[in-house]
């Protein structure tokens, strides 16, 4: 079962690329999944307002979706 974190991110990167929640997993990276460099900041944008955030800044293409779940629990703390 996916953590609540980790299904928001999944679910909010769903939502920017068009690519159904079931078919990601926590070991690809945006850059797999076919997100560019303006919709990860678009996603970066909206992971700030929901958890909030103030910066994500160590978000890239390259992260896979669980180093941006532990980034995020890193900072939530």
């Known amino acids: 079962m996916k953590q609540p974190i980790e ?7 769903s939502s920017s690329i068009g690519i159904p929640e079931n078919a990601i997993s926590s070991d ?3 850059e797999e999944l076919g997100m560019t460099s303006i919709l990860a ?3 970066s944008s909206k992971l700030q307002q929901q958890f909030g ?3 994500m800044d160590g978000m890239s293409t390259s992260n896979t979706i669980g180093e941006i779940v532990d ?5 939530a703390k």
């Open 28 to 30: 690809q990276s945006l």
């Open 71 to 75: 980034y995020i629990e890193g900072k």
């Open 53 to 55: 955030i103030a910066d």
């Open 41 to 43: 900041v678009q996603l």
């Open 7 to 13: 299904s928001t991110v999944i679910s909010a990167i």
